[in-house]
T-cell receptor, first 116, second 111 residues
Framework: GAVVSQHPSRVICKSGTSVKIECRSL??????MFWYRQFPKQSLMLMAT?????????EQGVEKDKFLINHASLTLSTLTVTSAHPEDSSFYIC????????????FGDGTRLSIL | QKEVEQNSGPLSVPEGAIASLNCTYS??????FFWYRQYSGKSPELIMS????GDKEDGRFTAQLNKASQYVSLLIRDSQPSDSATYLC???????????FGKGTRLHILP
């Protein structure tokens, strides 16, 4: 089945640090990737839709200058949390869909970000 | 009406019984429907996808879709303690070409 690799799985860093998270589709091409955030015991919250070769589409309330998304190829999207603060601590999950938009999303294993 | 609605639970089911999870959606034109399972601290994993009315079976899992009633369900037969998780319903909304997730139903299988 389709595999999505997300790296790193866990990050612990000091406040003010910028953190980059990578999301790769390993065995399929993904023109669209999604970035979610999930706080403990809460539901998935879509942050942004990442489109290969164009600007990401951010959901309402998500700061595009804080959460930088780059989707430079059909298999790689990155999310950079700039100048992270403790309130940015969360579980960040990416997903990707094959070029056929009606196929299910396949999720990466997630990145647990802890800002001290 | 919320776009994708699920009862948050927890739903408690005895081991060996059938667990029934329900989901309703608002966009009548939706064509693609998915069920995901998420264990605590892990990312969601796809269990089933269903695209046409009726039942679709895969092992112990059966997805049921009724587009007229805008209703999709997941049945888990012979429930096992390892089935205890949060189950997310996802619908590809036709009107804005987005996949919307429900908030999930927490399922607890009682040993």
């Amino acid at each position: 089945g389709a595999v999505v690799s997300q790296h790193p799985s866990r990050v612990i860093c000091k406040s003010g640090t910028s953190v980059k998270i990578e999301c790769r589709s390993l065995d399929f091409q993904a023109t669209t990737m999604f970035w979610y955030r999930q706080f403990p015991k809460q539901s998935l919250m879509l942050m942004a839709t990442s489109n290969e070769g164009s600007k990401a589409t951010y959901e309402q309330g998500v700061e595009k200058d804080k959460f930088l998304i780059n989707h430079a190829s059909l298999t790689l999207s990155t999310l950079t949390v700039t100048s992270a603060h403790p309130e940015d601590s969360s579980f960040y999950i990416c997903s990707a869909i094959p070029t056929d938009n009606y196929q299910p999303q396949h999720f990466g294993d997630g990145t647990r970000l802890s800002i001290l | 009406q919320k776009e994708v609605e699920q009862n948050s639970g927890p739903l408690s089911v005895p081991e060996g019984a059938i667990a029934s999870l329900n989901c309703t959606y608002s966009d009548r034109g939706s064509q693609s429907f998915f069920w995901y399972r998420q264990y605590s601290g892990k990312s969601p994993e796809l269990i089933m996808s269903i695209y046409s009315n009726g039942d679709k079976e895969d092992g112990r899992f059966t997805a049921q879709l009724n587009k007229a009633s805008q209703y999709v369900s997941l049945l888990i037969r012979d429930s096992q303690p390892s089935d205890s998780a949060t189950y997310l319903c996802a619908v590809h909304m036709n009107r804005d070409d987005k996949i919307i997730f429900g908030k999930g139903t927490r399922l607890h299988i009682l040993p």
